[in-house]
């Protein structure tokens, strides 16, 4: 009860403190938004509800906007024309690495976002050189072939049911191993990098984002499970490092790409200890967003029945030729490749709309390093240095002005008649600008051909027959509730 009372003091002395020491804002600052009951409501229903506590601030204060909270000001930035800055800008002027500092004991010191801006450019720069189309064509098998085993294994019954999200997070890290990780590493220690990339995950909580270092058991559990993590992969490194170059440049995974990176300025090679930080960063930034996507996607597809029947057609569309050439008209039975997977435009745009509906990601951020000028209506504004501007993907997918119909799932808006992504900054599925997400290519390759395979073998349904909720609770949102499907083997069902 003592703890309970003291919440509201405590929020009241910073609130008071903050108010007192910050300096003078501009005439044409955004205005400040207060909703809720006063001094703690904005923490009260940003707590609650954070997409629903920005959607009450956008109603009644408009799409510029600042929020006070924990003594930081937060401006929010809705919509494609007041954010343009936030994703044209370079660091020096909208920098993530200030806002971001809370996952540094995850990732490591010297990586991402504990990286000079020069170093960090050369780190994604390595990454997005494992993510190109030449490597993307070996995932494809790569993933086919984790899928069959997988699916196998554990639906093997005719019917059954099984929690969605459960089944599609398994997939996703086991694929994503398979292509990031190398087979070596998928085939001897997944199940410990599995476990341990667990309590890593389970180690980022609300409170890490102000206080990562604050002595907490899940804070502890995560450094001992990054301290596992460096161990692991120390040996993989050092055994790989003395292979020979035959073996080395014969691996297609974003590991032995860390392994051979060096520094263009002075040639240094990364640590073991950055190697892993590297690996763990991609793979929380993949992991979770995909596996969120194949479950709301496949969700969506089940209450859209006519849009399913689309997806449907356009398999036996694409894969038809070869069907009939190879494989005696089955086309559960074609193998994937990069090309077939590429011409499977329409399932695209249902990933797309899911994104659009169902973002993993409701809030993007970064600091303010100088004050900067934006626009909304004609009217100008500065953001003061200092602030923490957030633009949200939540938000900018459901404006009605920019997507018509917005709370509807229609995948064609993203096809050639309608296009209707084609204002800069509008649709955020991947982020945009200057760091937009630079797995964007692999992680759509991987849920198109996750999707592909489940639909042609399997019809799924919703147990609860109602559509699952947003889990605002997590820090990258997924669906929380209704979860449970019954799956049916169809007629010529490979697995």
């Known amino acids: 009860m003592l703890f309970l009372v003291a919440i509201p003091v405590v929020v009241l002395l910073v609130f008071i403190i903050s108010t007192f020491f910050s300096k003078k804002r501009p005439s044409n600052a955004p205005p400040n938004a207060k909703v809720g009951a006063p001094i703690i ?80 450019t050369q780190q994604m720069q390595c990454a997005a050189n494992g993510l190109r189309a030449a490597r ?67 180690g980022i909580t609300p409170i890490s984002f102000f206080f990562p270092y604050a002595p907490t058991p ?55 200890d950055q190697i892993t930080g590297l690996l763990i960063a991609l793979l929380f930034a993949g992991q979770h967003t995909s596996s969120i996507t194949s479950t709301w996607t496949s969700f969506l597809l089940m209450f859209n029945p006519e849009c399913l029947s689309k997806v449907m057609d356009e398999q036996q569309s694409v894969l038809s030729e070869r069907a009939t050439r190879d ?61 923490i501007c957030v633009t949200s993907p939540a938000l900018s997918g459901h404006l009605d002005d920019v997507f018509e119909r917005s709370s509807n799932f229609e995948p064609d808006r993203f096809g050639p008649d309608r296009n209707e992504q084609k204002t800069p900054f509008a649709y955020l599925g991947f982020g945009a600008g200057r760091h937009a997400c630079i797995g964007q290519q692999f992680g759509l390759l991987q849920v198109k051909t996750i999707m592909s395979i489940l639909v042609r073998n399997y019809k799924f349904e919703s147990v609860d027959q109602v559509i699952p909720e947003p889990d605002y609770t997590a820090m990258v949102v997924g669906p929380k509730n209704h ?8 007629p010529n069902c490979t697995m």
Not at 346 to 375: F, G, H, S, V
Request: charged share 30%.
């Open 483 to 490: 979860l449970r499907v019954r799956y049916t083997k169809l």
């Open 136 to 202: 993307l064509k070996v995932y494809v098998s790569k993933i086919e072939d984790e899928m069959r085993v997988y699916l196998k294994e554990n639906l093997k019954a005719q019917t059954g049911e099984v929690n969605l999200l459960d089944i599609l997070s398994e997939l996703t890290i086991l694929t994503a191993s398979r292509c990031l990780h190398g087979d070596d590493v998928r085939e001897n220690m997944f199940a410990e990098v599995s476990r341990i990339y667990h309590d890593l995950d389970k």
């Open 327 to 387: 494989y005696g008209g089955d086309i559960a039975k074609v193998p994937l490749d990069f090309d077939l997977i590429g011409n499977m435009e329409y399932l695209q745009n249902c990933i797309k709309e899911t994104l659009r509906m169902y973002p993993p990601l409701i809030m993007l951020m970064r600091m303010a390093m100088d004050d900067i000028e934006t626009t909304l209506d004609g009217k100008k504004y500065i953001i003061p240095k200092g602030d």
């Open 41 to 120: 409501g904005n923490y009260i229903e940003f707590g609650k509800n954070p997409v629903h506590f920005m959607q009450e601030c956008t109603k009644k204060f408009g799409r510029i906007f600042t929020v006070n909270l924990v003594g930081k000001h937060l401006t929010f930035l809705i919509g494609p024309e007041c954010s343009a800055p936030f994703y044209q800008l370079g660091d020096d002027k909208m920098s993530q690495n200030e806002v971001y500092s809370f996952m540094t004991p995850v990732f490591g010191k010297g990586v991402v976002y504990s990286a000079e801006p020069k170093r960090r």
């Open 218 to 272: 899940a804070h502890a559990k995560r450094d001992k499970a990054r301290r596992e993590m460096v161990n692991i992969f120390s040996k993989i490194i050092r055994d790989r490092r003395t292979e020979g170059e035959a073996k080395s440049a014969a691996r297609t995974d974003l590991l032995q790409l860390f392994i051979d990176f060096t520094y263009k300025e002075d040639g240094t090679q990364l640590t073991d």
